[in-house]
């Protein structure tokens, strides 16, 4: 069974950073595109960042110059370096596998709080 647990969330002031991380388990993880999304509450899920296989990234707007996305093929796992974190950034923060799609698999989400 294919797993993709997040890791790292939690609560940050202001100005603050984090890094999550996404370890996946059984499947060929360096083949794989890896998305970070995130969902506010109220509001509809959205992309964050995404990396290829070929290690080519792409952000959201709102997320440019603040996050980075990067991945580790050895480990299996991606991550999200978050810095300057502001309250809009709040929000649970789910990672993608997706490959040729046909396969999609989510992580279970972590919460990722910015307040003072």
């Known amino acids: 069974q294919v797993q993709l647990v997040e890791s790292g969330g939690g609560y940050v002031q202001p100005g603050g950073s984090l890094r999550l991380s996404c370890a996946a388990s059984r499947i060929t993880f360096s083949i794989y595109t890896m998305t970070w999304y995130r969902q506010a509450p109220g509001k509809q899920r959205e992309l964050v960042a995404s990396?290829?296989?070929?290690?080519?990234?792409t952000y959201a707007d709102s997320v440019k110059d603040r996050f980075t996305i990067s991945r580790d093929n050895v480990k299996n796992t991606a991550y999200l370096q978050m810095n300057s974190l502001s309250p809009e950034d709040t929000a649970v923060y789910y990672c993608?596998?997706?490959?040729?799609?046909?396969?999609?698999?989510w992580g279970q989400g972590t919460q990722v709080t910015v307040s003072a």
């Open positions: 990396i290829t296989s070929g290690a080519t990234t």
């Open positions: 993608n596998a997706y490959y040729l799609r046909t396969f999609s698999y």
